[in-house]
């Protein structure tokens, strides 16, 4: 009975810690900027300069969520392209007003995983 109460003690404790493991989320490493922030209804092209410190990141892959933080409207995922010194670009539609939320996602040549959201703008 002691060894099936352990058992189970130790099923709840790993069950415990998978729930606390980390997903990507803002990286403290990771510094993102827009090169101009959207505003209006359109497709728009983005621009973002991403370095880890102070060094910009080459050679990674990129893509970013665009979302609004309210419900109805479906997330836009899209993968950008690299222009060279630590800038990618995508285009992304903001087909609808309101408040939209960019969460970046950038995975190194390494395989490292790293995740920024961007702070809300509004489209008018």
Same mark, same amino acid.
């Given at each position: 009975?002691?060894?099936? +109460?352990?058992? =189970?003690?130790?099923?709840? %404790?790993?069950?415990?810690?998978?729930?606390?493991? @980390?997903?990507?989320?803002?990286?403290? @490493?990771?510094n993102?900027?827009?090169?101009?922030?959207?505003? +209006?209804? #359109?497709?728009? +092209?983005?621009?973002?300069? =991403?370095?880890?410190?102070?060094?910009?990141?080459?050679? #990674?892959?990129?893509? =970013?969520?665009?979302?609004?933080?309210?419900?109805?409207?479906?997330?836009?995922i899209?993968?950008?392209?690299?222009?060279? #010194?630590?800038?990618?670009?995508?285009?992304?539609?903001?087909?609808?007003l309101?408040?939209?939320?960019? %969460?970046?996602?950038? +995975?190194?040549?390494?395989? #490292?995983?790293?995740? @920024?959201?961007?702070?809300?703008?509004? =489209?008018?």
């Amino acid at each position: 009975m002691l060894r099936y +109460t352990q058992l =189970i003690l130790l099923s709840l %404790i790993l069950v415990s810690l998978l729930g606390c493991s @980390r997903t990507p989320s803002d990286d403290p @490493r990771l510094n993102i900027s827009l090169e101009q922030t959207p505003s +209006t209804m #359109a497709v728009q +092209t983005i621009v973002l300069s =991403i370095s880890d410190g102070a060094t910009p990141l080459e050679n #990674a892959k990129v893509q =970013i969520e665009a979302t609004m933080t309210h419900a109805g409207m479906p997330s836009q995922i899209v993968q950008l392209e690299p222009l060279g #010194a630590g800038k990618y670009q995508a285009n992304i539609d903001f087909s609808m007003l309101g408040e939209w939320v960019l %969460i970046v996602n950038v +995975t190194e040549s390494n395989g #490292a995983v790293m995740q @920024r959201t961007l702070p809300a703008f509004n =489209i008018q």
